[in-house]
């Protein structure tokens, strides 16, 4: 497994007042509808089915009126940004104004997606957003499959995706399945239709899933019709521990996080042409996934990111996804330059400064510091 070296000592001190100059971002999509019918077909199909054999309960009829408003109401939209990523977008750009206007007013945007919809839609509500607050700036904007590598890497990387395919990351996350995922949330909506105990697992895990999707819709997801507190954690942790096992890095692999290589070199890259005053843009934006995040953050070791442990069991109180890529999420590198022509990096967590490096509370790193710290972050055969 590669490992980092102790990180560099880096001083307290910044040289005067900072005046920012350049900014990385890179963003998760905002709020959207389900991403398939998957889960709320999955749902309607058991309850359905248990309608028809007499065992459905009256919470499990109600629950079948609203699976199926969902169902119709998602028709041709499933996985569509809705009104509430659109905003999220919104008031992410207008707070990039709020705080940077000199990085707009007269400045150069370039913004990037994936070629998801939900992803273009995105940059385009973030963009419009900066136009609107700002006629004074130059845009280019950019979608496709072309940005893969950088944003949806999770698909293109072969060696990944044949880790991902294999079962050893499933052997971890079953064990807590098979020992977590309570039955009864299923037993309350279908009865006793079904007989095995697994089954009945499965189908709490659908009706979790069901419901979590609601938020993201603006539509109240009413967990505790179904689910105990403590029922309701198992699941959250056992769903939380597939995203870590897939998109972070683990004891089991790294490959994980080292699918976000090439685009953290891209952003050393970029920071390095803005520091040298060769880059045409003051800002530069790419929107992706959940997926595109938690790799790159992982990789940057970033706090409450990064866990490693063989205790997997314990994933849920070190790495949480809601923490880590909430809808709209986002990681910003502000680059700053002093009266002295010295450039300092300052990194934003979901628009929260916090330290880049580990065992270190400093917020604003000396470029210098900061890119030796990325460098090494990134795999061998990509370090600069």
């Not at 959250?236 to 994980?256: E, F, G």
């Not at 002093?338 to 270190?360: A, F, H, Q, T």
């Given at each position: 497994?590669?490992?980092l070296?102790?990180?560099?000592?880096?001083?307290?001190?910044?040289?005067?007042?900072?005046?920012?100059?350049f900014?990385?971002?890179?963003?998760?999509h905002g709020?959207r509808?389900?991403?398939s019918?998957?889960?709320?077909?999955?749902?309607?199909?058991?309850?359905?089915?248990?309608?028809?054999?007499?065992?459905?309960?009256?919470?499990?009829?109600?629950?079948?009126?609203?699976?199926?408003?969902?169902?119709?109401y998602?028709?041709?939209?499933?996985g569509?940004?809705?009104?509430?990523?659109?905003?999220?977008?919104r008031?992410?750009?207008?707070?990039?104004f709020?705080?940077?206007?000199?990085?707009?007013d007269?400045?150069?945007v370039?913004?990037?997606?994936?070629?998801?919809?939900?992803?273009?839609?995105?940059?385009?509500?973030?963009?419009?957003?900066?136009?609107r607050?700002?006629?004074?700036?130059?845009?280019?904007?950019?979608?496709?499959?072309q940005?893969?590598?950088?944003?949806?890497?999770?698909?293109?990387?072969?060696?990944y995706?044949?880790?991902r395919?294999?079962?050893?990351w499933?052997?971890?996350?079953?064990?807590?399945?098979?020992?977590?995922?309570?039955?009864?949330?299923a037993?309350?909506?279908?009865?006793?239709m079904?007989?095995?105990s697994?089954?009945n697992?499965?189908?709490?895990?659908?009706?979790?899933?069901?419901?979590?999707?609601?938020?993201?819709?603006?539509?109240?997801?009413?967990?505790?019709?179904?689910?105990?507190?403590?029922?309701?954690?198992?699941?959250?942790?056992?769903?939380?521990?597939?995203?870590?096992?897939?998109?972070?890095?683990?004891?089991?692999s790294?490959?994980?996080a080292?699918?976000?290589?090439?685009?953290?070199?891209n952003?050393?890259a970029?920071?390095?042409?803005?520091?040298?005053?060769q880059?045409?843009?003051?800002?530069?934006?790419?929107?992706?996934?959940?997926?595109?995040?938690?790799p790159?953050?992982?990789?940057?070791?970033l706090r409450?990111c990064?866990?490693m442990?063989?205790?997997?069991?314990t994933?849920a109180?070190?790495?949480?996804?809601?923490?880590?890529?909430?809808?709209?999420?986002n990681l910003?590198?502000?680059?700053?330059k002093?009266?002295k022509?010295?450039?300092?990096?300052?990194v934003?967590l979901n628009?929260?400064?916090?330290?880049?490096?580990?065992?270190?509370?400093?917020?604003?790193?000396?470029?210098?510091t900061?890119?030796?710290?990325l460098?090494?972050?990134?795999?061998l055969?990509?370090?600069?």
């Amino acid at each position: 497994m590669r490992r980092l070296t102790p990180p560099l000592p880096c001083s307290n001190r910044v040289d005067g007042t900072l005046t920012p100059v350049f900014i990385n971002h890179v963003g998760r999509h905002g709020a959207r509808f389900p991403s398939s019918a998957q889960n709320t077909t999955l749902l309607i199909k058991a309850l359905v089915t248990a309608d028809s054999v007499g065992s459905i309960t009256p919470l499990g009829r109600d629950l079948l009126k609203q699976a199926r408003y969902i169902s119709e109401y998602c028709r041709n939209r499933w996985g569509a940004l809705d009104s509430l990523g659109m905003a999220e977008q919104r008031g992410i750009a207008s707070r990039m104004f709020r705080t940077y206007p000199r990085l707009i007013d007269g400045g150069k945007v370039s913004a990037l997606s994936s070629y998801s919809p939900r992803c273009i839609m995105s940059m385009y509500e973030f963009t419009h957003q900066l136009s609107r607050l700002n006629h004074n700036v130059e845009m280019t904007t950019s979608s496709g499959k072309q940005n893969s590598p950088l944003m949806r890497p999770f698909n293109v990387d072969t060696e990944y995706i044949d880790w991902r395919a294999s079962n050893a990351w499933e052997e971890p996350y079953n064990m807590l399945y098979e020992t977590t995922v309570p039955a009864a949330p299923a037993r309350k909506i279908v009865g006793n239709m079904l007989t095995d105990s697994s089954l009945n697992r499965e189908l709490s895990m659908t009706l979790y899933s069901f419901l979590a999707s609601l938020p993201a819709m603006n539509i109240p997801a009413d967990f505790d019709k179904y689910f105990t507190r403590e029922e309701l954690n198992a699941c959250w942790a056992v769903d939380n521990l597939r995203l870590y096992l897939r998109y972070s890095a683990s004891t089991l692999s790294t490959l994980p996080a080292d699918i976000a290589g090439e685009l953290l070199a891209n952003l050393i890259a970029t920071t390095d042409r803005a520091v040298s005053g060769q880059s045409p843009q003051t800002v530069m934006l790419r929107f992706g996934h959940a997926e595109t995040l938690m790799p790159l953050l992982s990789l940057m070791r970033l706090r409450g990111c990064y866990y490693m442990t063989n205790y997997f069991d314990t994933t849920a109180l070190h790495w949480r996804d809601f923490d880590i890529v909430p809808m709209g999420a986002n990681l910003q590198m502000i680059l700053f330059k002093s009266k002295k022509g010295n450039y300092y990096l300052r990194v934003d967590l979901n628009e929260k400064p916090i330290p880049l490096m580990p065992n270190s509370d400093t917020i604003y790193l000396p470029w210098d510091t900061a890119r030796d710290y990325l460098n090494r972050c990134l795999p061998l055969h990509l370090q600069l």
